[in-house]
């Protein structure tokens, strides 16, 4: 079956770049999706990219996409504390996606 | 969060008992979804709906039943609470047309069974 995997944490420290790395198996995703959650809420989309794009931009994220190896990334610029958060990678190749277990992104002064 | 809530937030309920969470959405989403979050198990699938009175298990439905009477609400049961369904539920709406933005979530619901 499908599988996404992700480290589990990250810690870096204030005004860095962060890389968040996942890797999926299922081929046939079309779109793959970063999602954040803060403490004590859901998840919110983050971010997506197609699955016939290599990168996408947006203002302080960096989306990069390996279909080769099956590897995707998120690089956040200039990380903030607000930024702490958990990251769930996930693939949407059909209508039931299938998750990551999330990195935790721990952001210190 | 937009479009999308769950009740209750919080609930302690007894070993043995029936609860019930709602998900009420007002986007007229076809998909609906219930997962529960864990530590150390990431999001994991328990029921999932694709209209009205369709409904299909997940990886983790043993123990739960879903129903869902109208588009805009999705319930989820467990019939005989356990302290393993001790969670945070999450309901998702998507909709059918609109695959490249993903999931919508709600705040989700944090059961405890004592």
């Known amino acids: 079956g499908e599988d996404v995997e992700q480290s589990l944490f990250l810690s870096v420290r204030e005004g860095d770049s962060s890389v968040i790395n996942c890797t999926y198996t299922?081929?046939?995703?079309?779109?793959l999706y970063w999602y954040k959650q803060e403490p004590g809420a859901g998840l919110q989309l983050l971010t997506y990219i197609f699955s016939n794009m290599d990168m996408k931009q947006d203002q302080r994220l960096t989306v990069l996409l390996n279909k080769k190896d099956k590897h995707l990334s998120l690089r956040i610029a200039d990380t903030q504390t607000g930024d702490s958060a958990i990251y769930f990678c996930?693939?949407?190749?059909?209508?039931?996606?299938?998750f990551g277990r999330g990195t935790s992104l721990i952001v210190h002064p | 969060d937009a479009g999308i809530t769950q009740s209750p937030r919080h609930k302690v309920t007894e070993t043995g008992t029936p609860v019930t969470l709602r998900c009420h959405q007002t986007e007229n989403h076809r998909y609906m979804y219930w997962y529960r979050q864990d530590p150390g198990h990431g999001l994991r699938l328990i029921h999932y709906s694709y209209g009205v009175k369709d409904t299909d298990k997940g990886e983790v439905s043993d123990g739960y039943s879903v129903s869902r009477s109208k588009t805009e609400d999705f319930l989820l049961t467990l019939e005989s609470a356990t302290s393993s369904q001790t969670s945070v539920y999450f309901c998702a709406i998507r909709d059918a047309g609109q695959t490249n933005y993903g999931y919508t979530f709600g705040s989700g619901t944090r059961l405890t069974v004592v």
């Open positions: 299922d081929s046939s995703s079309t779109y």
């Open positions: 996930a693939e949407g190749g059909s209508y039931i996606p299938t």
